[in-house]
């Protein structure tokens, strides 16, 4: 078995699965390209099962994520003018809320912003609290519309 080999078949902690993730989302997002788990496949020899279906998903959703994300920035805000990285750990908590608990997701998602900027400066702090917001809002949208399609669903289910 090559090293290579070895090294995918080993159990990787979910926060670092979840940086690699965020680390290929990022590449995407800069060159300004589509997500595509073949090309991350060819180009990122780390990538394991788990991690190549979530890119799948997240691909196959990336619109709807997207607008989610835009849709629950405040006016000052544009998705387009947000720091790769921010849009990067966005995309991918704002997927692991659809299957993860939000106390988690928002956690991590924090964490790992912890990671990428220097934490004793005043626009980090700034960054945390925006990805918390937005995350925070992103989560209750999607309550919202969990609500509305189970009354559309059932829509006895209040009388």
């Known amino acids: ?6 090294n995918k078949n080993q159990q990787k902690s979910m926060r670092q699965s979840r940086i690699e993730i965020i680390q290929i989302l990022y590449k995407f997002i800069v060159l300004e390209r589509e997500i595509d788990p073949a090309i991350a496949f060819e180009e990122f020899d780390f990538l394991n099962r788990f991690q190549l279906e979530k890119l799948d998903k997240i691909a196959n959703n990336y619109e709807f994520i997207k607008k989610l994300i835009k849709i629950n920035l405040s006016a000052d805000w544009s998705f387009e003018r947000l720091n790769p990285i921010i849009k990067a750990i966005l ?3 704002t997927y692991e809320l ?3 608990d939000k106390a988690i997701v928002i956690n991590e998602a ?3 912003g912890k990671m990428f900027f220097d934490i004793e ?16 809002s992103v989560f209750n949208a999607l309550v919202i519309l969990e609500k509305r399609n189970r009354k559309l669903e059932n829509p006895n289910e209040d009388k």
């Open 110 to 112: 924090l964490e790992i």
């Open 1 to 6: 078995m090559s090293e290579t080999t070895k």
């Open 98 to 100: 659809f299957v993860l």
């Open 121 to 136: 400066d005043f626009q980090t702090k700034k960054n945390l609290k925006f990805i918390n917001a937005c995350l925070q």
């Open 91 to 93: 995309i991918n908590a």
